[in-house]
């Protein structure tokens, strides 16, 4: 059960209300368009077109996603877009103790910003609070152990870009892994200060921005080639 979750910052009215932009059940990513998202507040109310409200069913969408939205939202007031997927790579790498080791320069990128979550798949009633507590450092993403990850952003562009870089980190390990036999002993890493200054670098870098912008005008394009109908 995936889902992607799009804050709708120009909506947030006086009494600090967050709405945000989810699929419904069975729409398929390539099959969302513009009219068939649907509408939630944090509080799992579905919100029609037409101001009516409702209590969101999970008949209707992944209600599940709702106290994530909630949890990263208020947490994190810069984060406009959360990613929840579950990629084959990242899902192997999150079941390992050492998790996501800096074997690749996406690995890099994501260094000190990834999180873990002890998932249990139960949504325990502190549930929302350590999920709220793996991001308030300024993390990226997190890892759900044996499930999958979110990733956040300021904006989409961002979100994707981040939950691409951890795909590839998780995807180039799992290769490498397979190359020693799973010993760690015959893995080049480099040291946590070399790794800080790397990431230092890339941040304050001229020629690249890491924040999805570079490549977004190219994937709407893409988009628009595949699904033209998506603005619908």
Same mark, same amino acid.
């Given at each position: 059960?995936?889902?992607?979750?799009?804050?709708?910052?120009?909506?947030?009215?006086?009494?600090?209300?967050?709405?945000?932009?989810?699929?419904?059940?069975?729409?398929?990513?390539?099959?969302? +368009?513009?009219? $068939?998202?649907?509408?939630?507040?944090?509080? @799992?109310?579905?919100?029609?077109?037409?101001?009516?409200?409702?209590?969101?069913?999970?008949?209707?969408?992944?209600?599940?996603? *709702?106290?994530?939205?909630?949890?990263?939202?208020?947490?994190?007031?810069?984060?406009?877009?959360?990613?929840?997927?579950?990629?084959?790579?990242?899902?192997?790498?999150?079941?390992?103790? =050492?998790?996501?080791?800096?074997?690749?320069?996406?690995? =890099?990128?994501?260094?000190?910003?990834?999180?873990?979550?002890? &998932?249990? =798949?139960?949504?325990?009633?502190? =549930?929302?609070?350590?999920?709220? $507590?793996?991001?308030? $450092? @300024?993390?990226?993403?997190?890892?759900?152990?044996?499930?999958?990850? &979110?990733? *956040?952003?300021?904006?989409?562009?961002?979100?994707?870009?981040?939950?691409?870089?951890?795909?590839?980190?998780?995807?180039?390990?799992?290769?490498?892994?397979?190359?020693?036999? @799973? /010993?760690?002993?015959?893995?080049?890493?480099? /040291?946590?200060?070399?790794?800080?200054?790397?990431?230092?670098?890339?941040? /304050?870098? +001229? /020629? &690249?921005?890491?924040?999805?912008?570079?490549?977004?005008?190219?994937?709407?394009?893409?988009?628009?080639?595949?699904?033209?109908?998506?603005?619908?």
């Amino acid at each position: 059960a995936q889902c992607l979750m799009l804050r709708l910052p120009s909506e947030t009215d006086d009494n600090g209300e967050i709405t945000f932009l989810m699929a419904e059940w069975g729409i398929w990513f390539e099959e969302v +368009t513009a009219s $068939n998202l649907l509408k939630f507040n944090v509080d @799992g109310m579905l919100i029609h077109p037409t101001g009516h409200r409702e209590v969101g069913m999970p008949s209707r969408t992944n209600i599940g996603c *709702i106290p994530v939205a909630k949890s990263i939202f208020q947490a994190r007031p810069d984060v406009n877009m959360i990613v929840h997927i579950h990629p084959l790579s990242v899902m192997a790498v999150s079941g390992t103790r =050492f998790g996501l080791l800096p074997l690749s320069q996406a690995a =890099f990128f994501l260094w000190g910003q990834v999180s873990r979550e002890d &998932y249990d =798949f139960s949504y325990e009633s502190d =549930f929302e609070t350590t999920l709220a $507590n793996g991001f308030v $450092n @300024g993390e990226r993403a997190m890892l759900l152990n044996h499930h999958g990850m &979110y990733a *956040i952003g300021r904006d989409v562009a961002e979100g994707v870009f981040v939950a691409t870089h951890i795909t590839q980190a998780c995807e180039v390990q799992v290769k490498t892994l397979s190359m020693v036999g @799973g /010993d760690l002993t015959k893995l080049y890493l480099p /040291d946590g200060q070399d790794l800080s200054e790397q990431y230092k670098t890339m941040m /304050d870098s +001229t /020629d &690249y921005s890491y924040d999805g912008s570079r490549e977004w005008p190219g994937l709407v394009r893409k988009v628009r080639r595949e699904a033209p109908d998506f603005n619908s």
